[in-house]
């Protein structure tokens, strides 16, 4: 008889409820630990809820790997556990010839990370899909999609600790005893604000620009009701509590949207919620891939740390969830 839990995770988010259930499947005794009084109240609540298809990441990188994987592996676990989910697809447009190398780029990074569905589309072709918008060229992504995140983590909740905090895995890890404090990185939070539509937008896919730094643009995402939100931007904040969305900066998602969909109307955008992004890189550095770190990296037995679960990491949960139980 013993007082110590086979293994402890820490976070009840996407990726905790993941790695427990995954632990669970292979016989192990797990206990998720969430400081909130709800399951996946912060990052995994605050986001796009899309199902990534994997074009952006670099080649070889988690990201990149873990997506592509972990995409297939939530559309069947939607579909086995009917979890509310819509593969509505993407596209993904250039509104000027100078955006042209960008997105062919996207595509060629595509190709190299396994995701060979991806169409070139002219601007005619585009329309033909989405006649309100505006582009000279896009790529479609029929395997990009949405899902319930909630109804996913409600799915999914069924001596070794798994810190998946997410925007608290770095001050958390920095308590853990024995530790090097070189394998903890520096916290950074960039805040993504969304803004809600009144009524609803002449789009069925979602829309997305040719991505920027620290982020993948202002986009058009839909529910699964079909209500069209837009976001998020970028504003590099000091507290991971700092979620109020102020209509002031609604000006610039108006510039942004209409540089895809000059039809939007004015006073049609309302302030709608904001996510903190965990990023463990600083405004300008180049982004960050998913770190992943056990006993091999870091020596101390019993321990695995997630940092930097930022998109695509909602997609990626099941896939991440098995390359932790590959490292306990």
């Known amino acids: 008889m013993t007082d110590k839990m086979d293994c402890v995770v820490i976070g009840a988010g996407v990726v905790g409820l993941a790695v427990g259930r995954a632990l669970a499947l292979k016989g192990r005794e797990v206990l998720v630990l969430e400081a909130a009084d709800a399951i996946g109240t912060q990052t995994s609540s605050r986001n796009s809820e899309v199902i990534h298809a994997g074009l952006y990441y670099p080649t070889g990188s988690l990201k990149a790997q873990l997506c592509v994987r972990g995409r297939d592996m939530l559309y069947a676990y939607c579909e086995e556990r009917a979890v509310p989910y819509r593969r509505c697809g993407k596209l993904l447009v250039a509104t000027s010839d100078a955006q042209l190398p960008g997105l062919e780029s996207i595509r060629a990074r595509a190709l190299a990370n396994g995701v060979p569905e991806l169409q070139w589309l002219t601007r005619e072709e585009a329309q033909a899909l989405e006649p309100a918008l505006q582009c000279v060229a896009a790529l479609h992504s029929p395997n990009t999609g949405i899902v319930d995140s909630h109804a996913l983590m409600l799915a999914l909740q069924a001596r070794t600790v798994i810190n998946a905090a997410g925007l608290h895995a770095p001050g958390l890890a920095a308590r853990f005893a024995g530790l090097d404090a070189a394998h903890v990185p520096i916290a950074h939070y960039a805040k993504g604000n969304y803004f809600t539509l009144a009524g609803r937008a002449p789009f069925s896919r979602l829309i997305y620009p040719v991505p920027e730094a620290a982020g993948l643009g202002v986009h058009l995402t839909l529910d699964l009701g079909g209500q069209a939100k837009f976001g998020p931007d ?52 180049p982004a960050a891939d998913f770190v992943i770190q056990g006993h091999a990296v870091h020596g101390v037995t019993g321990l695995v740390n997630l940092f930097g679960i930022e998109s695509p990491g909602l997609t990626s949960a099941l896939a991440i969830a098995d390359h932790v139980t590959a490292l306990v």
């Open 234 to 285: 970028v504003q590099w904040v000091e507290s991971p509590d700092d979620l109020l969305v102020y209509p002031a900066r609604g000006d610039a998602f108006y510039a942004e949207v209409r540089k895809y969909w000059p039809g939007l109307r004015d006073g049609a955008l309302a302030p709608g919620y904001a996510g903190i992004r965990p990023k463990i890189h600083g405004a300008d550095a």
